[in-house]
């Protein structure tokens, strides 16, 4: 699983993605100090114990850097972080399956790319990325080569 380098200068606008997003019937917001709990458990009651590390790693900076995606109702269908595990990178990031195919992982991409590019970065990582296609069409990310297995090489077994 390579990582993927993102251009953050040439990012796709923000609004007509977060306008499907809508459409669909998430909000995309920041995270707030107040929902840490509540969306670390549901990471890793999802995604697992490790995406959750992350996921709290991201309330412990200021600003917050995950945001979320939260269905009609208030209920929590997606989140996106940044800046957790590695600076620059970007991730994790999941959307329910029943919410998929919407635009809301878009979104939520977008929405969390151009936070690092207003941060003052100019390129994002995404690493460890499974099938590529989705970042490469949603915002242009290509390869970096050699880059498995990449920074999370050695990390502890489950």
């Known amino acids: 699983m390579a990582d ?25 917001r920041r995270a707030l100090a107040p929902e840490r709990y509540a ?6 009651t999802h995604y ?4 959750a590390g992350e996921v709290s790693l991201a309330f412990s900076g200021h600003p917050i850097s995950c945001f979320l995606a939260v269905a009609p ?9 940044y800046d957790t595990t590695f600076r620059g990178f970007f991730g994790p990031t999941g959307v329910l399956q029943e919410w998929g195919g ?3 992982g878009t979104a939520l991409l977008i929405r969390s790319l151009h936070a690092l590019w207003e941060s003052g970065h ?6 460890a990325v ?4 989705f970042y490469e069409q949603a915002v242009g990310a290509i390869p970096i080569p050699d ?7 050695g990390l502890l077994p489950r």
């Open 4 to 28: 993927l380098l993102v251009k953050l200068y040439r990012l796709p606008a923000l609004a007509p993605a977060l306008s499907r997003a809508a459409e669909a019937g998430a909000t995309i």
């Open 39 to 44: 969306v670390v458990n549901w990471v890793a």
């Open 48 to 51: 697992g114990d490790r995406w």
């Open 73 to 81: 109702e208030g209920q929590l269908i997606g989140f996106a972080c």
């Open 102 to 104: 919407r635009g809301i």
């Open 122 to 127: 100019a390129y994002a990582i995404i690493g």
């Open 130 to 133: 499974g099938p590529s296609a």
């Open 147 to 153: 880059s498995t297995p990449g920074p999370y090489e």
